[in-house]
């Protein structure tokens, strides 16, 4: 048979997340997952949970949820969506707002999941140039768009802005929906919440993947205006009601509860973080800025993906990116300070054998 049909199927090249290896021993920093456990209100989630209750179907609105993100951030519940984890909410938000014909705007350094979504919805788009230090130029996004999407702070740099930029780039994109992904935002940047009562077209998407340690239950956030909620709505309902399973709702809105477990870990990442760009300076790799769980760093003299391959030989696993303009770069989640230390030990090891 000639099999002409597979001529009809969807060509895409799908993103690629970080490697899950099962390797006894590994040091996983290539995923910026959290080192930490997530809340003890958590683990009681699922000790008590009544597992006859899985045989109805969830709260479609997530309602306990809801209203546990809504008093954290100091808005309304309506003013709150929630998914199966930010991916599928950024997927969602393509589909519900990036439907004109001009172009969505973000940067060309960035979060590889923006270019496959709008390949997969068929959704124009441009990538706009970081500068040499990786800086977004606000002035880069004074022009019509079909939308605005920008991480803050930023993957894989870390680099993140600050309100009066974060502002700018609302005060001259009002004609159309302006997204910040705020996947990172715990570790020290400052979140556009506050910015959600003067701008109706900005929608924040956030996720407990990080600075919560619930990667594994897969919640995603988005908080924006009424309109833009009840749109998210509309498209999630168009295709699956029930996208949130019950135990996740619960163990979810245990996690916002235990605000003080959630501000002492994420304290612990970003002291580690800044510790470790110390070590990494002191070896020679510039580092940028980072307000992240994870740092973005560079040597001189030693490639990159020599330095990925010496670590992953040694159960040491790191990122590195075979793309344009940062592939002699590598990004190193932030764990332990046991883990770190290992890696920084391996490093020194490394860089003395190879005499670079």
Same mark, same amino acid.
């Given at each position: ?18 490697e ?11 995923a910026n ?14 000790r008590?949970? @009544? ?19 809504? @008093?954290?951030?100091?808005v ?18 393509f589909?519900?707002?990036?439907c ?21 919805f ?37 680099? @993140? ?38 701008y ?18 897969r ?24 996208t ?34 110390r ?49 002699n ?28």
């Amino acid at each position: 048979m000639s099999g002409l049909w597979q001529d009809k199927l969807r060509k895409i090249d799908p993103y690629v997340p970080g490697e899950q290896a099962q390797i006894p021993d590994l040091v996983k920093l290539n995923a910026n997952e959290n080192p930490y456990p997530p809340s003890p209100r958590v683990a009681e989630v699922f000790r008590t949970f @009544a597992v006859d209750g899985l045989r109805l179907y969830p709260n479609a609105n997530a309602t306990r949820l809801k209203t546990a993100l809504a @008093a954290h951030h100091g808005v309304s519940p309506t003013q709150v969506f929630v998914g199966n984890g930010s991916d599928d909410v950024l997927a969602l938000t393509f589909q519900a707002f990036f439907c004109s014909e001009q172009p969505v705007l973000f940067p060309d350094i960035t979060y590889s999941f923006y270019p496959v979504w709008c390949s997969l919805f068929r959704t124009p788009y441009e990538t706009v140039p970081l500068n040499a230090q990786f800086r977004i130029n606000p002035r880069d996004y004074d022009r019509p768009s079909g939308g605005v999407l920008l991480p803050n702070p930023n993957a894989p740099t870390g680099i @993140a802005e600050n309100r009066a930029f974060l502002e700018d780039i609302l005060a001259h994109n009002q004609d159309c929906v302006v997204i910040i992904d705020e996947a990172y935002v715990d570790f020290g940047a400052w979140s556009c919440v506050p910015l959600l009562e003067k701008y109706d077209n900005l929608l924040i998407v956030q996720t407990f993947s990080k600075s919560r340690s619930l990667a594994g239950l897969r919640i995603g956030v988005a908080l924006g205006s009424e309109t833009l909620i009840r749109t998210l709505e509309a498209v999630k309902n168009s295709y699956n009601s029930y996208t949130m399973d019950a135990l996740t709702i619960e163990a979810g809105a245990a996690s916002v509860e235990d605000d003080s477990y959630f501000r002492a870990t994420c304290r612990k990442v970003m002291d580690t973080r800044e510790r470790c760009a110390r070590e990494f300076e002191a070896l020679g790799f510039s580092v940028c800025p980072s307000s992240a769980n994870f740092l973005f760093v560079t040597h001189p003299t030693a490639r990159a993906k020599d330095i990925f391959l010496a670590m992953r030989a040694r159960n040491l696993f790191i990122r590195y990116f075979d793309l344009p303009r940062i592939d002699n770069y590598l990004r190193i989640t932030v764990g332990t300070d046991d883990e770190m230390d290992k890696l920084l030990t391996a490093l020194r090891e490394y860089l003395a054998q190879a005499n670079v």
